[in-house]
């Protein structure tokens, strides 16, 4: 059973920066990306970076240039750090991973950017 472990979210000012991490357990196959989505209150989720096996990352406009993505694969973790962060960053952020084309979700962490 796949499962996914979010941690690191928080409060935090405006240009502050916060490291989230997902350390996954339970894959069985072939991992095609591994990334985070984020959903604020009244808003669709949307992705904000991923990174794929092969090493090929993408991300939001909204977050090109402030956001990085990496993975240690021996850990199984894959972190998102966020800098420069604004308030309409704030949202549930979310772990994912695209598994032989089936998608599985962490529980979520919040991050708070507020003064």
């Known amino acids: 059973q796949v499962q996914l472990v979010e941690s690191g979210g928080g409060l935090v000012q405006p240009g502050g920066s916060l490291s989230l991490s997902c350390v996954a357990s339970g894959i069985i196959g072939v991992i095609n990306r591994i990334g985070w989505y984020r959903q604020a209150p009244g808003k669709q989720r949307e992705l904000v970076a991923g990174i794929t096996s092969g090493g090929r990352t993408n991300f939001a406009d909204s977050v090109k240039g402030r956001f990085t993505i990496s993975t240690d694969n021996a850990k199984r973790t894959v972190y998102l750090q966020m800098n420069s962060l604004k308030p309409e960053d704030t949202a549930v952020y979310y772990c994912?991973?695209?598994?032989?084309?089936?998608?599985?979700w962490g529980q979520g962490t919040q991050v708070t950017v507020s003064s």
């Open positions: 994912n991973v695209d598994v032989n084309w089936i998608h599985y």
